[in-house]
């Protein structure tokens, strides 16, 4: 088993920055693909970033693409998701999850935290 938390949301001003972390505890966390969603109120679970175990490959939903910058540090165990550029529409909860391959659907992770409120006021 490997349990996630993250952690580094709150409340943002339009066009200002958060740093969201992952920390994962348990099972060896470099075996693992490291995925962020998120979810806004009344809508699905959305894909926002992937990146696989090396580091080495990352991939960005439409949305967040040149403002968001997902990273990894196998050493401390711990996912990162850097957020700039913030619009209200980034507005959700997000969540890190880990997966065995790399894929966009949340149904394919096998490990999710408990997710962290971001919201950006206008």
């Known amino acids: 088993q490997v349990q996630l938390v993250e952690s580094g949301g709150g409340l943002v001003q339009v066009g200002g920055s958060l740093r969201l972390s992952c920390a994962a505890s348990?099972?060896?966390?470099?075996?693992?693909?490291m995925g962020w969603f998120r979810q806004a109120p009344g809508k699905e679970r959305e894909f926002v970033a992937v990146i696989n175990w090396t580091g080495t490959y990352t991939y960005y939903a439409d949305s967040v693409k040149g403002r968001f910058t997902i990273s990894r540090n196998i050493a401390n165990n711990t996912g990162y998701l850097q957020m700039n550029s913030l619009k209200p529409e980034d507005t959700a909860i997000y969540y890190c999850a880990l997966a065995q391959y790399i894929t966009y659907a949340p149904t394919d992770y096998d490990y999710w935290g408990q997710g962290t409120q971001v919201t950006v006021s206008s």
């Open positions: 348990g099972r060896t966390f470099s075996n693992y693909v």
